[in-house]
């Protein structure tokens, strides 16, 4: 039963380093943070998995709200589900915003001109908007590296990991508490 509870372990850390692909059906996780007492969900795209440490990397606007909730509580949930495999993970981690350093130059440097548009708003995220599409900047293309300063990555460092798979036969389910020493496995009940 352990070798099966380590190879399912493996199994996840693999789903997640391959989830960092855009065609990938883990690739677009739902997050979930705190907002005072309620709890935010919103969608992001899956940017990285750093395997030495166990993290999930993701970018957003530094004038996103849930910046702020990060700041306020930095422990931060994901969902990632693929319908085809009929298999779900649930991961509590641990968020470390990077904005204006080396981190988030490095990532900066990987996005694609045409994609830099998505940190260039004039308003923050979140804010009322005249119109569809009178949020960005007119001469956008010219003005990039402006929208720097907006750009942040969130590091979450996976402290759980909640597995899930749906059989026809039965389903199974399984938690992994992930320490410095190592990963602790064990059976849930689905």
Known sequence: MQQKLS???QNCLNHLKDAKLPKNNFHFPVIGSINENEIELRTVVLRDFIENN???????DFRSPK???????????FLFYDGVLKEQLRIKSKSTIHHKNDISLKYWEKIKPENRRDY???????SASNDISSYIEQDWIN?????????AVVY???LEIDWLII???????????????GSKGEW???
């Open 156 to 158: 979450n460092e996976v």
């Open 120 to 126: 260039g708003s004039k308003q923050s995220p979140s």
């Open 143 to 151: 003005n990039t590296e402006d929208f720097y300063q907006n750009f």
């Open 188 to 190: 849930l009940v689905p």
């Open 54 to 60: 166990n993290t999930l990397v993701f970018y957003t």
């Open 7 to 9: 190879q399912i372990f």
């Open 167 to 181: 059989k026809k036969e039965i389903n199974e389910r399984a938690r992994f508490l992930i320490q410095e020493s």
């Open 67 to 77: 910046i702020n909730q990060i700041k306020n509580n930095p422990i931060v949930s």
